[in-house]
């Protein structure tokens, strides 16, 4: 295929830019593109940030690296998937024990559709990962949710490995939404 | 005959030969790529103090050649030298040259300083003038004033409404793709005269013109709120369209232009809502459990076309301006996105997601003849220009890069980039000031 030399181009950019994506695409080589269950879901899974215990218990730091602070979807859907809901389950467990936290759920979409669609996508994945986390007993007035769209990429280069990096609903401690 | 030649060539595109008359509707309707032989026009500089006429005549030029339509002939190659350019010219010395149409004209300083352009468009072969129009402005217009002759030669050679004395608000980006900024941005549709509308701090997507080109409704995550907007070109003022429970998106304005239909997301579903301007009054166009997004107005007011996945994947309806008898028109392979109604009323341009690829096609109004223009990796939100021959779109390379903003002819022949000076991405044409 024409395209084996171009994603590698890709890859190069954003490893310079971005030390994070180094570890995802080894994890990624090793794991293989198709295995969804092997995905990181957080910097925690990459073992960066010094790694699972150095965050304060409580701390934005300890919700990021040992809670997970996103899930991944699949393409054009908006399901929480069951690796999903192991991520929400922790993050609802984490927000019960620390109930002074606010949380903005930001919902994304890749680059693979039309600019208003997935405004639309973004904010589905949003809703659906907040009812899931009201499910798992967060209070509804705790969160707000906000669509990006695909105008936030944090991963670009060219092939499926990396649309689904961006095919994401972060939860933000604090942060600003509707 | 020139003239017959040239109409010919618009039947063919339109597919308009049962309105007219019978000679022309023998033509064969054949829209392959480079079919279309442009018409041979020599455009003479305009008899100016300093580099003035020069100036103009490049702008008209370059007008007429970046149409698809004509094929400027080279300064060099002409023969006379025009240097009244009221006398008739020496039309053996043209016709030599094989130039079908010739351009003549001179521009001259009014005691209280505005410009006075005149110019005159010549049959060669008929050995007759066509059309001598003048034209009053300020000297800063020089531009517009090109344009608007282009647009009076377009107009008298092919039978349409021109469409170079117009512009396109677009939105502007730079840096990186993972912290891309966005401004609001307007240009003069051939790429000149860019000016930003917002500065770079928010995030701001689809632009859209009122009908008489002074407001624009756009997106914006100002305050991390994202809502709809109004714009006043004029003053820079701005205002929030409603107030809404949740994210608006997607605006564009009705045809009057007293009302913005735009959607509104709840929870997981967005439904498209209209405000009246005047009234302050929202009315909801649909409610389904669903995307409902991209509404555009047909030209009469009448009818409204948007996307649905409320079978599954992104698809095109129709529904009166009142939301009633809504109906699926796209049954193509794939999904169909950012329906655009045609300023002509019979064919509506949108975004298919197929096979990988992401193109820019028509249809007509009842989702029949579906033609696709272009296709690659990612193209995106045609919009019309106002005679309903040309669109732009915009489109993005796989990996790192940015969009750019690329025209197109109705019949998929003369793609060409917009030259701008970073990415630039949703254009959209404003109308035509009469």
Redesign the interface.
Known sequence: MSRIH?PA??RM??IA??PAMIALFMTLALAGCASKKNMPNNAGDLGLNGGAGAATPGSQQDFTVNVGDRIFFDT?S?SVRADAAATLDRQAQWLQRYPNYAITIEGHAD???????N???G??RA??TR?YLASRGVPANRMKT????K????????DISCWSQNRRAVTVLG???? | MFRRTLLRLLVVLTGLAASLPQAWALVEININKGNVEPLPIAVTDFIAAGDLGQRITDVIAADLKRSGLFAPINKQAFIEKISNPNQAPRFDDWKVINAQALVTGRVTQEGDGRLRAEFRLWDTFAGKQITGQQFYTQPENWRRVAHIIADAIYESLTGEKGYFDTRIVYVAESGPKTARKRQLAIMDQDGFNARALTNANELVLTPRFSPNRQEITYMSFEGNQPRVYLLQLETGQREVVGNFPGMTFSPRFSPDGQKVIMSLQQEGNSNIYTMDLRSRTTTRLTSTAAIDTSPSYSPDGTQIVFESDRGGRPQLYVMGADGSNQRRISFGDGSYSTPVWSPRGDLIAFTKQSGGKFSIGVMKTDGSGERILTSGFHNEGPTWAPNGRVLMFFRQAAGAGGPQIYSIDLSGYNEQVVQTKGFASDPAWSPLLE
Do not use: F, H, W
């Open positions: 171009s181009a890709g950019q954003t830019r971005n054009d908006s680059e693979r559709g039309t600019r208003e669609y405004l639309a996508l904010a589905r809703a659906a009812q906000i669509s990006y769209g105008e936030k990429p944090v991963a670009v280069c060219d942060g600003a939404g509707m």
